[in-house]
């Protein structure tokens, strides 16, 4: 077959409008080619739905089903989220307290607290003399009468160290307290991130726990979905087969199955969402109300829109998964005798 050579600045008119003619034709024919390729998607895709409508309450549980399995992982990781916010502001908790000597006067403490704040691993000093320190405890404790009885200030000089933020790790800490100890005229040194070092433990532990919950539900969620497609293949193996006959092409006959697990997933993500804000608004109450009682600012954290539709999106992506994988396994065991 002789292929049409390309316009050349010599060319007639109408070998111009001849060329011309066959590339709108060839334009004409693939547009509808794609306005007929969408159309059957599109068609197809109405056509899975309203058969899931058509039976409401198998499509619900299906759904219920994916949802749970779904907001369990998503609600922990919120929780971990929640926790990790704790930390996420531990400077204050991270300042290091230092009690000086008795003796120490207040310009010793001065010139102390510029000799530290010109560390390397440190971001701050800020200096308490020993009189602001008594008035803060008479206003805080409530002994006031009682501190009217003391002869002498019992209360030191106290510098509180902020950490610079690559020193804010276990080992930093260490090293800073250790050379604070060894300054001269320095009493004690208190830190305590015991409690840090804990929640962090914690927290990297339930972190690697919901993400083997996580992938362990997304594999329960695909075999859901896959055990559904089947029993739909089986349903529809009649029309199958007459499809097939009549020269219908795997890919024709697979894509009402694919766009049915899509409709699952999407429903089940649909579900998991809602079980997620139910579950938020039920425990906010009770957990501010905790967190007030310990002069907390804990709140648990909700899913962020950017949140919600990886949500949807990744439990679409299941259950176009698990309805490929029943196609892959039981559409191709249907064959015209």
């Known amino acids: 077959m002789a292929r049409k050579r390309p316009l050349r600045p010599g060319d007639s008119q109408e070998q111009r409008t001849v060329t011309g003619r066959g590339a709108r034709r060839a334009r004409s024919s693939l547009g509808k080619w794609l306005d007929g390729y969408i159309g059957h998607h599109r068609k197809v895709a109405g056509d899975s739905a309203r058969r899931l409508l058509k039976s409401p309450a198998a499509s619900l549980m299906t759904w219920t089903v994916m949802g749970v399995a779904l907001a369990l992982p998503v609600g922990l990781l919120l929780l971990l989220a929640s926790l990790q916010n704790i930390s996420a502001g531990w400077e204050n908790a991270a300042r290091v307290t230092v009690y000086l ?7 010793e403490a001065k010139k102390l607290r510029l000799d530290v704040a010109t560390r390397a691993d440190v971001l701050d000093v800020k200096l308490i003399d020993k009189t602001t ?4 405890f008479r206003a805080d404790s409530g002994l006031g009468d009682a501190l009217d009885y003391l002869d002498d200030n019992p209360l030191p000089h106290t510098l509180l160290v902020t950490p610079a933020l690559a020193t804010r790790n276990e080992k930093g800490i260490g090293n800073l307290v250790t050379a604070l100890q060894q ?12 409690w840090l070092q804990r929640l962090n433990a914690i927290a990297d532990v339930l972190g690697r726990s919901v993400w083997s919950l996580a992938l362990l539900l997304a594999v329960a969620v695909v075999l859901v979905i896959g055990n559904t497609i089947r029993l739909a293949i089986e349903n529809r193996r009649d029309e199958i087969l ?3 006959l009549v020269g219908g092409t795997d890919a024709f006959v697979r894509r009402p199955f694919l766009y049915t697990g899509i409709w699952y997933g999407l429903g089940g993500g649909i ?3 809602v079980v997620l804000e139910l579950s938020l608004w039920w425990l906010s109450g009770p957990v501010g109300r905790l967190a007030t009682l310990y002069n907390s600012q804990f709140e648990l954290v909700s899913l962020s829109f950017d949140g919600a539709l990886a949500l949807l999106a990744a439990a679409t992506l299941f259950g176009w998964l698990g309805a490929w994988v029943a196609v892959k396994r039981h559409l191709n065991a249907i064959e015209p005798g």
């Open 101 to 107: 000597t008795e003796s120490t006067t207040l310009d």
């Open 133 to 136: 320190a008594l008035a803060e």
């Open 183 to 194: 300054t001269t005229g320095v009493d004690q040194v208190q830190v305590d991130l015991g």
């Open 242 to 244: 007459v499809a097939k």
């Open 271 to 273: 579900i998991a969402f």
